[in-house]
């Protein structure tokens, strides 16, 4: 049973940092893609980085470019989201979700396992 747990979350300033982690377990993922999504009250969720497992391969969505950084650390089965220069647009629940294809996906739909998320909060 493949099992991701976000952590790391919390509530930051606004020009702050914050590094999201999410600890998977429960299968090889080194033929997989990891995402990391975001969900805003009222709003949809949103593709906001990923990551190849087997290499280095990664994609960020324009509103995180520069600011984020999606990484993985293969002997803890772990993928990380550096946030920096957070805003208070990037408050959300923060989820992380896996897919066994080697290329990157950037639809929510497509993913097949999800975490349960963890709060970020941005204050100005």
């Known amino acids: 049973q493949v099992q991701l747990v976000e952590s790391g979350g919390g509530l930051v300033q606004a020009g702050g940092s914050l590094r999201l982690s999410c600890a998977a377990s429960?299968?090889?993922?080194?033929?997989?893609?990891m995402g990391w999504f975001r969900q805003a009250p009222g709003k949809e969720r949103e593709f906001v980085a990923a990551?190849?497992?087997?290499?280095?391969?990664?994609h960020y969505a324009d509103s995180v470019k520069g600011r984020f950084t999606i990484s993985r650390d293969n002997a803890k089965n772990t993928v990380y989201l550096e946030m920096n220069s957070l805003k208070p647009e990037d408050t959300a629940v923060y989820y992380c979700?896996?897919?066994?294809?080697?290329?990157?996906?950037?639809?929510?739909?497509?993913?097949?396992?999800w975490g349960r998320g963890t709060q970020v909060t941005v204050s100005s």
């Open positions: 979700a896996a897919v066994g294809r080697p290329w990157i996906v950037i639809i929510d739909k497509m993913y097949e396992y």
């Open positions: 429960g299968r090889t993922f080194s033929s997989s893609a």
């Open positions: 990551i190849i497992w087997s290499n280095t391969n990664t």
